[in-house]
């Protein structure tokens, strides 16, 4: 290939990745139109595993309290009796009814789940993570949305308060780029799954094999969007983004939940387009952007030049879409997005360079082969 040819492959793919930064924002930035509240508190049944004390903070389970003496069915659920997160919760709500006990598939979140999806009784069943600042009125905004043609909600979390720059760096990866790219894909009708709170009517929760439909690929939320897909319904992520306060993080944590996403996603049938993201992010079109200018003979300012505006014009698309979605972006804000777009290229070798997927002292990497890697069980 002449030179000129990759100059022009270098100006051409800064330009695509750029306008793909740019259109994932101008898509995602601004929710969509909210229909009328239909579900009473009384009609939820919201289902919320714990481990450890840490998920059972007295926010959090605060939380789960009010919702409860508004009128939701609350189900705790806890994997083994001797875990810190039962005398946790008591602490804070001491009446708490837990459901205790574990079953033995390949994934230990839905070991502890099921008994739970098994219990819930109301209209609406919500699946929540641990730590979400729940609201009864984000339960029912969210929940909106379903309907004879749409089975499955997601409530994606927004990341908020994070106090230390670690936690700065884990909130710019939920809501800069994780939740930018779902909604865009949302926005376009691509079928998308991330954590947060899962919402779906209870009858389709039947029909999907309850629990089983959660556990037919290596990610629970990836299986239970497939499953209600196969039933000929839509799946849409809500018009609310529950806020979690991340408070400190370490950077280790940070750094090992990434590369267990990553692996996890690369385990999917979208693993072509998990590939792809470091490709088309700031580093690489970046890199790609200052080789054509330098090919084309521009001088070292004028290089350095061409990578600041890069960088400015992709923090600005950010700053866009988080001021759409009312997410803060200030100067700290805009420092953990260029971090993380620097370190894509190590976060996706060092995901591709091993196969163990930690899931809180368990490989779920090593429990899905043996299950049987990309032979998903069909529900029933």
Same mark, same amino acid.
């Given at each position: 290939?002449?030179?000129? /040819? ?45 481990? *450890? ?16 003496? $508004? ?10 009796? &001797? ?43 919500? +699946? ?15 929940? $909106? ?20 720059? $670690? ?18 894909? &949302? %926005?376009?009708?691509?079928?998308? /799954?991330? *954590?947060?709170?899962?919402? +779906? ?5 039947? %029909? ?11 990610? &629970?939320?990836?299986?239970?969007? #497939? ?10 992520? *809500? ?76 923090? /600005? ?33 060092? /995901?591709?360079?091993? #196969?163990?997927?930690?899931? %809180? ?20």
């Amino acid at each position: 290939m002449t030179g000129s /040819a990759l100059v022009w492959l270098g100006l051409g793919w800064w330009a695509a990745s750029t306008a793909i930064q740019w259109a994932s924002a101008a898509l995602a930035r601004q929710p969509g139109v909210l229909p009328g509240l239909r579900h009473r508190p009384e009609d939820f049944s919201i289902v919320a595993p714990l481990k *450890g004390a840490a998920d059972a903070s007295p926010a959090y389970i605060a939380r789960l309290r009010a919702l409860s003496q $508004a009128g939701a069915e609350v189900l705790i659920c806890v994997a083994s009796a &001797d875990d810190a997160a039962i005398a946790a919760t008591h602490a804070t709500w001491p009446g708490a009814l837990l459901l205790v006990g574990a079953d033995t598939t390949f994934n230990p979140k839905m070991n502890n789940v099921r008994k739970g999806l098994e219990a819930a009784s109301r209209p609406v069943v919500a +699946l929540c993570d641990a730590g979400i600042a729940l609201h009864m009125d984000d339960l029912r905004r969210a929940a $909106a949305a379903l309907s004879d043609e749409v089975g499955l909600v997601l409530a994606l979390k927004a990341a908020d308060a994070p106090e230390n720059f $670690a936690a700065e760096l884990e909130r710019a990866y939920i809501d800069g780029h994780q939740a930018r790219f779902l909604f865009a894909a &949302d %926005r376009l009708g691509i079928a998308v /799954a991330s *954590g947060g709170v899962t919402l +779906l009517a209870y009858d389709t929760l039947q %029909r999907i094999g309850n629990w089983r439909g959660f556990n037919r690929w290596i990610a &629970d939320d990836y299986s239970v969007a #497939r499953a209600v897909r196969e039933l000929g319904l839509a799946t849409r992520l *809500g018009a609310v983004m529950p806020r979690l306060p991340l408070g400190r993080r370490r950077w280790r944590d940070v750094w090992l939940r990434q590369v267990r996403w990553a692996r996890t996603r690369l385990r999917l049938p979208v693993w072509p387009l998990v590939l792809w993201e470091p490709a088309i992010g700031g580093a690489v079109s970046g890199v790609a952007g200052a080789a054509a200018l330098a090919g084309l003979g521009a001088g070292a300012a004028a290089v350095a030049l061409g990578l600041l505006v890069h960088i400015g014009l992709w923090l /600005a698309a950010e700053k866009w879409f988080m001021a759409g979605r009312g997410l803060s972006f200030g100067p700290r804000a805009a420092t953990a997005a260029f971090v993380r777009e620097a370190l894509a290229p190590f976060l996706m070798t060092q /995901a591709l360079a091993g #196969r163990t997927i930690d899931w %809180r002292g368990t490989d779920l990497g090593g429990q899905w082969r043996q299950k049987g890697d990309g032979m998903p069980e069909k529900s029933v």
